[in-house]
């Protein structure tokens, strides 16, 4: 029977699934329950409900009508939303076992290749996904090659909940942005982003509560990827005083609180799941980005390395 895959530090534990690359547990000492949702066994992550803790690949989000243009075609993706895509279809790496080709004390590495056609797109391609612990921080670093033309943009789909109060209630979230994604009831990009100053998802004062509104959106914070580590957001919890500071390469970051979450049992040491128990802190690049000129582009060209790295450093305060 497969097992978590166990990486730790001076101050964290993380437990990790090969189905679908999940990060299944992750333990800050002091603090005795997880503060990422799971599930009780590692097969729990082929088709997990919501998403919950896989990476996302190759495309994270939706994708309009199932297509994509790419040079002179038009790629045809699974309508697996009808009549649009979400996290690349029924065929994503977040449904299939990744192979473990690294395991130390601090890190680990898995991967997934797909063959050329696989959801949709071109490309024989490759990602490697590392998990790193050092101190408080948790480092998600995924590399992605293709040898032809193809579209990519990965994410980590763990949501995360700072305290044992049952949901996001007393989180406070900070962004350092206003600008966001305008999206149709279907939840697709417009095209047009919008100024949120003074609205429901105006988190830029870091003192609005993130279970208020029901958020599920993409949040811009730059026109393109960067080559270092950048500000995304910080999200703490007054019940607990434990502090989330996520940085990364990432233009973008899709927040998602849940609400479609089911109600289901949940190991011992993890947060309950159901409506509103977690957040999704998806750093990616912008969702339907083939289909919006004005994105910034998720491609990765023939023999280029595509490098995506999220940074999430945990600490506390008195509360």
């Known amino acids: 029977m497969t097992e978590f895959l166990k990486i730790e530090s001076s101050g964290l534990t993380a437990a990790v699934s090969p189905y679908g690359a999940a ?6 000492k002091g603090h005795e329950t997880s ?25 994270a989000g939706r994708v309009a009508s199932a297509s994509a243009p790419l040079g002179e075609r038009v790629l045809k993706l699974d309508a697996n939303a009808p009549p649009d895509t979400l996290h690349s279809g029924r065929d994503g790496a977040q449904h299939k076992e990744w192979q473990v080709i690294a395991h130390h004390t601090n890190a680990i590495t898995l991967r997934m290749d797909m063959e050329d056609g696989v959801c949709g797109l071109p490309g024989n391609r490759r990602f490697d996904v590392t998990y790193r612990v050092e101190g408080s921080t948790l480092d998600i670093d995924v590399e992605s090659t293709s040898d ?3 579209f990519v943009n990965v994410t980590s789909h763990a949501y995360w909940v700072l305290d ?21 009831a279907a939840l697709i990009p417009t095209g047009k982003i919008l100024d949120v100053t003074g ?10 509560p993130v279970a208020g509104p029901d958020l599920d959106g993409c949040f811009c914070l730059r026109e393109r990827s960067c080559e270092t580590l950048q500000s995304v957001l910080s999200l703490r919890s007054r019940v607990s005083g434990i502090k989330l500071d996520v940085t990364s390469t990432e233009p973008g970051v899709v927040l ?10 949940n190991p011992a040491k993890t947060p309950k799941i159901g409506p509103l128990s977690g957040l999704a802190i998806e750093a ?11 994105f910034p582009s998720i491609m990765l060209h023939r ?10 450093f945990l600490s506390r305060s008195q509360c």
């Open 148 to 150: 032809a033309d193809t």
């Open 303 to 312: 023999g280029d390395r595509m490098r995506q790295m999220t940074r999430f």
């Open 199 to 208: 609205g429901h998802f105006d988190f830029s004062n870091g003192g609005n």
């Open 35 to 59: 503060l990422i949702l799971g599930f009780e066994r590692p097969k729990d992550y082929v088709n997990a409900p919501g998403a919950i803790g896989v990476i996302i690949a190759p495309i």
């Open 256 to 265: 998602y609180t849940g609400s479609g979450l089911s109600a289901r049992s």
């Open 23 to 28: 990060l299944a547990r992750l333990w800050l």
């Open 164 to 184: 044992d109060s049952g949901g996001l209630r007393d989180h406070i979230l900070h962004l350092p942005t206003t600008r966001m994604l305008e999206a149709s």
């Open 284 to 294: 990616q690049k912008w969702p339907d980005a083939p289909n919006h000129l004005n």
